[in-house]
């Protein structure tokens, strides 16, 4: 799922092309895809482009006479840059955002048909797209203190809850939990001051630092290749793979269709957190410390 990093690159690459510009129409390849009826999708059509911004991970376009356009990527939705009226791909095209300047291809690389468009009006209208989350280079420590103790969960749970954190999802919840040296299965009323501190630091190093290391790679181009997965990552993505801090190899937590990775050595004092189905499998052979690993 694009993050907080993947959609300030995207709006910094649309303003680069659309800001000011018009929005001469929106094209629809699947019907499914546009989630309001009111008002029409043709109210668009026309309007310029003053300005855009994020929602946790939704992109807005913000049109004259407060027309707004709520774009939410979820898992697996990507934009293009493309020549103005170039066609929606068949298979995985959502629709197409035809500007003065080009065109913006929405696309979905997956089968859910998660990703979807809203078109709503006034400000007002935008707060239902809101979690209500605090944001990440916002947010003071207590803030985040605040938002961890709202509710008793784990970490990682937490973390990725738009609720209480604004734009945070699974992959840079990992290396965040990594940063902080802090286990993804903590529960939030038992941190400490210190805990919630380091972490309060680890979120804005890393999301900034990735930011800045997404923008780089784009350059004066558009992106691309939006993926949870780079190889620079610590631990997300990294399932046996040796951590670059302290050497330990890196382990995961499976549920269901979600994966947390973590590295015992810098995060659990050693120990290997239960994985469901591995243990499960392997009862009492499960290995439970890094020495029962090796």
Request: charged share 30%; glycine share 8%.
């Amino acid at each position: 799922m694009p993050e907080l990093p993947d959609i300030v690159v995207y709006i910094e690459c649309l303003e680069a092309r659309v800001l000011g510009e018009q929005l001469e129409r929106i094209r629809l390849a699947s019907p499914w895809v546009l989630r309001t009826f009111d008002p029409p999708v043709s109210t668009v059509d026309g309007r310029r482009v003053v300005q855009i911004r994020r929602i946790g991970k939704r992109i807005v376009l913000g049109l004259e006479d407060e027309l707004f356009v709520v774009i939410h990527l979820m898992v697996a939705g990507r934009l293009r840059w493309r020549d103005g009226g170039s066609a929606i791909p068949k298979k995985r095209g959502l629709a197409a955002f035809d500007f003065s300047t080009g065109t913006v291809l929405f696309t979905e690389e997956g089968t859910r048909k998660r990703a979807s468009i809203h078109v709503a009006q006034g400000e007002e209208a935008l707060i239902e797209h809101d979690r209500g989350g605090v944001e990440p280079f916002e947010m003071t420590v207590q803030q985040l203190a605040d938002a961890l103790q709202r509710e008793r969960h784990t970490l990682k749970r937490s973390l990725t809850d738009a609720r209480l954190i604004s734009g945070i999802g699974g992959a840079y919840a990992d290396e965040i939990m990594h940063r902080a040296r802090l286990s993804p299965i903590v529960r939030t009323d038992r941190l400490g001051s210190d805990d919630i501190s380091r972490l309060h630091g680890a979120i804005v190093v890393v999301l900034t630092e990735w930011t800045d290391r997404l923008r780089s790679e784009v350059g004066g181009g558009f992106p691309e290749k939006v993926t949870a997965f780079h190889e620079e990552m610590a631990v997300h993505g990294r399932f046996g793979s040796t951590c670059p801090t302290c050497g330990s190899p890196v382990q995961r937590i499976v549920y269901a269709s979600n994966e947390t990775n973590y590295c015992p050595g810098c995060q659990t004092d050693g120990k290997i957190l239960a994985d469901r189905s591995l243990s499960r499998l392997l009862k009492d052979d499960f290995p439970r410390t890094l020495e029962e690993l090796e």
